[in-house]
Nanobody, 124 residues
Framework: VQLQASGGGLVQPGGSLRLSCAAS????????LGWFRQAPGKEREFLTT????????VYADSVQGRSTISRDNAKNTVYLRMNSLKPEDTAVYYC??????????????????WGQGTLVTVSS
């Protein structure tokens, strides 16, 4: 599976954005999908994950209530919508795909495939 993230850019505080991640390869609908981010000098941070069929999702406390993950298995694409953006949301955002083991994973080790990352900068 190859992943290509897009949609990053400069956003003002309080603004919104939608990141997309397009996948190539077979059996996209069998994979768990997640979004992570990494700020300079920090470890990669889990944000959210969605089940293979899109029926369940988990969010980190840092984005709970202002983010929505969704997937379109027909388009082999996963999305991350974020609202009320803050300067501390500035980071490189990564999408990831992992095997469906029957439970959602919030760990980097739960994902085998990673996109190249897209930079989100929240600043006025």
């Amino acid at each position: 599976v190859q992943l290509q993230a897009s949609g990053g850019g400069l956003v003002q505080p309080g603004g919104s954005l939608r990141l997309s991640c397009a996948a190539s390869g077979r059996s996209f609908s069998n994979y768990l999908l997640g979004w992570f981010r990494q700020a300079p000098g920090k470890e990669r941070e889990f944000l959210t994950t969605i089940s293979a069929r899109g029926r369940g999702a988990v969010y980190a406390d840092s984005v709970q209530g202002r983010s929505t993950i969704s997937r379109d298995n027909a388009k082999n694409t996963v999305y991350l919508r974020m609202n009320s953006l803050k300067p501390e949301d500035t980071a490189v955002y990564y999408c990831a795909a992992g095997p469906n083991r029957g439970s959602l994973s919030i760990s980097v080790s739960g994902y085998d495939y990673w996109g190249q990352g897209t930079l989100v900068t929240v600043s006025s």
